[in-house]
Every structure is written in structure tokens, then in C-alpha cells.
């Protein structure tokens, strides 16, 4: 098998060596940006499997660079952040990043959360499977999402959620459950960004449809489901 490429956004040089030596050794291709406008344009140019992004970056900060990425690519983006970015964080998430590692990290901590996120993101791509709750349709391997036949623009976050929630429609995931399934363990404490992306998910929803009742509905005090 062809090594997985990682870009590594970060401005730190000897964090970028010491990430670099590590996952090279786990069989890793690591491609390095040093500013935000960089990590844009290799991000574009070498099309990465996985983005390991700083969030204090020169020129671009993390989010905008994040932001600007999710635009026009489904890769996994794994934040590095540090302690004190904890409201940085929620903002990464709900613009599409799929995980987050807190600084100061150690390599091996870190190769194990790009082995589990490439692994997830791979799992939801198996060939050919579509997702089908009433009317609504979702297609993993190529982003795709319906309801009633219209185009769902949806992020990667809000994608692997409703995902969730339309394989098992009539069943109620609280908050918690919800994060497990879609983004992993990582997640317990930012509950409250399921709520973001909910709301955002119901809004595009709505504004295919119109006259239609929505699907993705509020279970007072529990949680989130999807209609049968
Ligand atoms: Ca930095």
C-alpha cells in the first residue's frame, strides 16, 4: 500500500521535526507548510490523507486556514492546539475539523490519533454505501447528500452526524452518544457543538424544503433523531 501523505501546518520548527521523525517512521509521507497561505496551497497541490493543523500559525490563523480547506476537500484535519485555546476549539470543530490534539502532545500520542482518524474516515467510505432514511439519502464515499431529491450542502462534521442519525432513524442518540459515534472518545466535553451543528444541519434542510415537516427533530431533554 501506498504511504499516507500528511501536510503538517505548523511554525514551529522543532515541532515539525519532532512530529516528522515520528510518524516517518510509522510509515508516514510528511509534507511540511509553515504559515497558513502555505498549508492552502500544498493542501491543493500533494491533496494530503490527513491534515495536522496548529491553530497559531503566521499570515493565516488555523481556523481561516481550516475554513478555507473545508471549502474544497473532505480531508480529516486534526487541530493542534494549545491550553488555553479551549474556545478555538469548539470554533474548529464546528468549521469541520475533525479532531484535536492539545499541546504539548507526545509523538506517540499523537501517531495514535492520526492511525484512529485515517481509520474512521476510512470505515465511512466503504464502496458503493448509501444511507437512506425516508427521504433523505447520503452517499459517504462521495460527500453526497439529499433530501427530497435536492443537494444538501453539508461540512464534513455535520455529514458524519446525520450520517449517524439516519443509519438508525426512530432511534434517539443524546448529545454524548451522538459525538462517540461520529467523532470518537476525543470529543466528551463539547456537547454543546452537537447543538451547532444540529441547528446548521436543520437549517439547510428546511431551505430545500420548505412545505415539508423536518425530519431531523429535538427529543425534549434526551437528544437527537431522524424521523423513520
Ligand atoms: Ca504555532
Known amino acids: 500500500m501506498a504511504y499516507s501523505k500528511i501536510l503538517l501546518v505548523e511554525d514551529e520548527a522543532k515541532v515539525c521535526e519532532l512530529v516528522k521523525a515520528y510518524l516517518a517512521k510509522d510509515g508516514y509521507d510528511v509534507i511540511i507548510a509553515a504559515d497558513g497561505k502555505a498549508a492552502i496551497e500544498q493542501a491543493h497541490r500533494h491533496k494530503p490523507d490527513l491534515i495536522l493543523l496548529d491553530l ?35 470554533v474548529g470543530l464546528e468549521m469541520g475539523a475533525d479532531d484535536y490534539v492539545t499541546k504539548p502532545f507526545s509523538p506517540r500520542e499523537l501517531a495514535a490519533r492520526v ?60 448529545r454524548l452518544q451522538l459525538m462517540d459515534s461520529a467523532f470518537g472518545e476525543s470529543y466528551e466535553g463539547y456537547e454543546r457543538t452537537v447543538d451547532a451543528h444540529i441547528k446548521n444541519i436543520r437549517q439547510k434542510i428546511s431551505r430545500t424544503a420548505t412545505e415539508s415537516p423536518n425530519p431531523l427533530v429535538t427529543v425534549r431533554g434526551v437528544g437527537y433523531k431522524v424521523e423513520k
Open 56 to 90: 497559531n500559525l503566521p499570515e493565516l490563523d488555523g481556523l481561516e486556514v481550516c475554513r478555507a480547506i473545508r471549502k474544497q476537500s473532505n480531508v480529516p484535519i486534526i487541530m493542534l492546539t494549545a491550553r488555553d485555546e479551549e474556545v478555538d476549539k469548539v
Open 115 to 174: 492511525n484512529a482518524v485515517l481509520r474512521r474516515y476510512r470505515e465511512g467510505l466503504k464502496q458503493g454505501e448509501q444511507i437512506v432514511a425516508g427521504e433523505l439519502r447520503l452517499i459517504p464515499e462521495r460527500h453526497e447528500a439529499t433530501y427530497l431529491g435536492k443537494p444538501l450542502s453539508l461540512t464534513a462534521a455535520e455529514f458524519k452526524l446525520l450520517s449517524v442519525l439516519a443509519r438508525n432513524p426512530g432511534r434517539v442518540y443524546t
